[in-house]
Each structure stands twice: as C-alpha cells, then as structure tokens.
C-alpha cells in the first residue's frame, strides 16, 4: 500500500503561480512513477505531468512550458511547479504513484481566476 498526501492548491490570479507537494508513505519502494492529474467539474481525470524513479518526465501539452514536475525520491516526495496559470487550470490536482496499480491522493483544488 502506498498513501498519498498532497498540499499547496489554492486561488491565484490568472498569470499567478503556485506549487503542488506530495509525500508518499508506505511501500514507496515498488514505486517507478509519480504524477499529478487533475480533474475540471464534469471532465475526466486527465494526465498533466508524470515522473520515473530516474527523472524522465512527461507533460500535457496543455501545460509545457509553464508547468515543471519534480522528485526527491530520498524523501518521497513530488512537486508540481505551475507558472503563468490560466483560468482553464481550474481543477482538482491529484498526486499518483504506480507500482502493480495506481495508487491516488485525495486531491487538491486550484483554482484561477481571470
């Protein structure tokens, strides 16, 4: 089991930055790849960054170049760096671990205003 606590979401003007942590407890050992999702009301959960054990990272095309994910894989942790934030970046942001299956957070909201 692998348990998921993420923290940093908020309201930010459009333009505005914020930073998303996670910190993972647990069977983190079996873990290759951490990321966050989010989730806007009525939508699918949908990809925004993910990270392997080695650093290779994947993006949303939504989000290149704004956004910036990282791991510190000593102390168990994921961050989601977001710069120049838009109203459409309005969502829950869920932090995921994978090992055999996908493990979730509960979730925060971040949400922009125009």
């Known amino acids: 089991q692998v348990h998921l606590v993420e923290s940093g979401g908020g309201l930010v003007q459009a333009g505005g930055s914020l930073r998303l942590s996670c910190a993972a407890s647990g069977s983190i050992f079996r873990v290759n790849t951490m990321g966050w999702y989010r989730q806007a009301p009525g939508k699918q959960r949908d990809l925004v960054a993910t990270i392997t054990r080695g650093g290779r990272t994947n993006y949303a095309d939504s989000v290149k170049g704004r956004f910036t994910i990282s791991r510190d894989v000593a102390k168990n942790t994921v961050d989601l760096q977001m710069n120049s934030l838009k109203p459409e970046d309005t969502a829950v942001y869920y932090c995921?671990?994978?090992?055999?299956?996908?493990?979730w957070g509960q979730g925060t909201q971040v949400t922009v205003s125009s």
């Open positions: 995921a671990a994978q090992d055999l299956r996908v493990y």
